[in-house]
């Protein structure tokens, strides 16, 4: 009778070790988290393409940075050039008479357009014009609120007779004096302020819009 209840225990505590050792633990993949939803959002930056991440899928967003625009290859901004027709006063082959004509004129600003009606009067498209300022040398030219100074230099071969002086001297101010914003003109060689320009003639300073054409 002992011995049968001795073997009853001994069974029964193998059969509890048995079910104890038959119990599983609890799996990793229920203690740990998945990785990728613990992952904070983030961005990185690489060669001008912003990669963000989002913490909930894990989906991976490219976005192409723009930038700031570049400005090579943009053209600077140009002086603009203006054109325009002007009269310009020549003699005739035998310096009889002021001859009337018309020249274009290419500048981009006042000063410019006197300097260039200036020079117009140094050359002719005809040879039946005869420029009377082809030899004078312009030095300077400035102009300021109205007044114009011109500074030449004469060389004796640009010398002329009494009657071929004064319609030099009608033809310079009846060229610039046709901008109505001249209103005086000093005539100066090589800086001096002269009796005389070819020493026949007097010579104003200045020779003021309303004295000459009166």
């Keep these: 009778m002992i011995k049968k209840m001795g073997c009853i225990l001994i069974l029964s505590l193998l059969m509890i070790v048995g079910l104890g050792c038959g119990e599983k633990p609890l799996s990793e993949a229920e203690t740990l988290q998945d990785p990728i939803a613990n992952e904070a959002e983030g961005s990185s930056t690489t060669n001008g393409t912003t990669s963000t991440v989002n913490a909930n899928n894990g989906i991976v967003v490219e976005v192409e940075d723009e930038g700031t625009p570049s400005k090579e290859g943009v053209p600077g901004v140009e002086d603009s050039i203006s054109s325009e027709i ?5 003699t005739d082959m035998q310096a009889m008479e002021l001859i009337e004509t018309t020249e274009e004129i290419n500048f981009s600003n006042d000063e410019e ?4 009606a200036f020079k117009a009067l140094q050359s002719s498209k005809s040879s039946e014009f005869i420029p009377l300022w082809e030899k004078i040398e312009l030095k300077t ?5 109205g007044d114009m100074v011109i500074d030449i230099h004469m060389p004796d ?6 009657g071929g002086e ?5 033809a ?3 060229t610039l004096f046709q901008f109505e914003e001249v209103n005086s003109i ?15 003639v ?13």
Excluded: C, W
């Design 86 to 90: 002007i009269k310009v006063y020549y």
């Design 113 to 116: 357009k006197y300097i260039a």
């Design 141 to 145: 030219l400035k102009f300021n609120n």
């Design 157 to 162: 071969e640009a010398r002329l007779g009494s």
């Design 166 to 170: 004064q319609f030099a001297l009608t």
């Design 172 to 174: 310079l101010t009846s």
């Design 186 to 200: 000093d005539l100066l060689v090589d800086g001096q302020s002269v009796e005389s320009l070819m020493g026949h």
């Design 202 to 214: 007097d010579l104003l300073h200045p020779m003021l819009r309303e004295d000459v054409l009166q």
